[in-house]
């Protein structure tokens, strides 16, 4: 940490910096220039409250010199991450497509959506039986019947499962239905106790970015998981909110080459959520791809007329085989591999 002092500090506030610095068990380096006097905190800067320095008197600024994430910066790992997910691995050079309908209906619907997941080439499969919805009329997912209905079609095809946790007390039930992969969704970004509790165990967590997040805060929020001692984090970039209403979020391509340079985790795209539309989703998931994805998380459902959350932006089994077959040579010129 820099702290950069007034133009007229006196020789009283540098000392009093000195002694603030050595009450929280940093040693300060004192620089006195033509101009400015500038003292360097030594140590452990992350436990220290920047505010904490810039209200003395005499302090003009404080800069923090390290990242304030370490577990998860590549700057402590410089190795990519490589998460086992049921078998199926996520990060390195295989690209992975997790598809599924947005919620979990009934049994016929996750029969046929597992079968058409399967038929694509995909490996993993996502459905949400807790659903996060804006309006609390709006349909709120088949709950714990729901996990029911989802291990029993995933299982038929021998496809690891990923499904949202939105609530601490049913972690528990999600350790009984094993769940393979956790989706800590964007609404969830910073409930830091929910995030606390997924810390806690190995399951693979899926981290999406929430609307306003910046990539730092997001990157926070995984430091959270990987404190707790959980460092199978999957970050998924979704869209953010904009001035645009065009459509339904802005993709952030840019996020991706900056986190992949930033993090040593693996980066999915949900072009889904990202668009809003069934039309976009082609388009953005080879953007995402050639900005350096790991993967993919698609929403897919048998009917999507049918659909009881997000039809608009499901696409059609038949959709999703097309896409994974236009995505594998893709994925050979950009040096990866999507296989099944
Ligand atoms: C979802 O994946 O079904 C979902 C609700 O996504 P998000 O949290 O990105 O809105
Ligand atoms: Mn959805």
């Excluded at 601490?168 to 106790?193: A, K, S």
Aim: charged share 20%.
């Amino acid at each position: 940490m820099i702290i950069i002092m007034h133009p007229h500090v006196t020789e009283g506030e540098i000392q009093g910096v000195e002694l603030k610095l050595e009450s929280l068990g940093l040693k300060a380096h004192v620089s006195r220039g033509v101009e400015r006097t500038i003292v360097g905190a030594i140590g452990d800067e992350r436990k220290i409250h920047k505010e904490s320095l810039q209200a003395l008197p005499g302090v003009e600024e404080v800069i923090r010199i390290v990242k304030p994430y370490k577990i998860v910066a590549r700057e402590w790992h410089e190795a990519d991450t490589v998460i086992n997910l049921s078998g199926v691995p996520l990060g390195g050079k295989a690209i992975q497509v997790i598809g599924g309908p947005c919620s979990v209906e009934t049994p016929a619907q996750m029969e046929l959506s597992a079968q058409g997941v399967a038929q694509a080439g995909c490996r993993l499969m996502r459905g949400g039986a807790f659903k996060p919805r804006s309006s609390p009329y709006a349909f709120q997912g088949t709950g714990v019947e729901g996990l029911e209905m989802f291990r029993a079609a995933a299982a038929k095809y021998q496809l690891p499962i990923v499904t949202e946790l939105m609530d601490v007390r049913m972690l528990e039930v999600f350790m009984e239905y094993q769940v393979d992969v956790i989706q800590i969704g964007t609404r969830n970004m910073q409930n830091f106790d929910l995030l606390k509790e997924v810390g806690k165990i190995h399951t693979p967590v899926v981290l999406k970015r929430g609307l306003c997040a910046t990539v730092s805060e997001w990157l926070m929020s995984a430091e959270y998981i990987a404190a707790g001692g959980n460092h199978n984090i999957i970050l998924c970039e979704r869209g953010v909110r904009s001035f645009e209403t065009a459509y339904r979020n802005m993709l952030d391509v840019s996020a991706i080459p900056f986190l992949k340079k930033e993090t040593h985790l693996p980066v999915i795209v949900d072009p889904s959520h990202a668009g809003g539309k069934a039309w976009m989703v082609p388009a953005l998931s080879k953007a995402a791809l050639a900005a350096g994805a790991d993967g993919l998380l698609i929403e897919m459902h048998p009917t999507p007329c049918d659909a009881w959350c997000d039809a608009d932006q499901a696409l059609t089994p038949q959709e999703l085989s097309r896409l994974m077959a236009e995505l594998r040579p893709l994925a050979q010129v950009l040096g990866r591999e999507l296989t099944n």
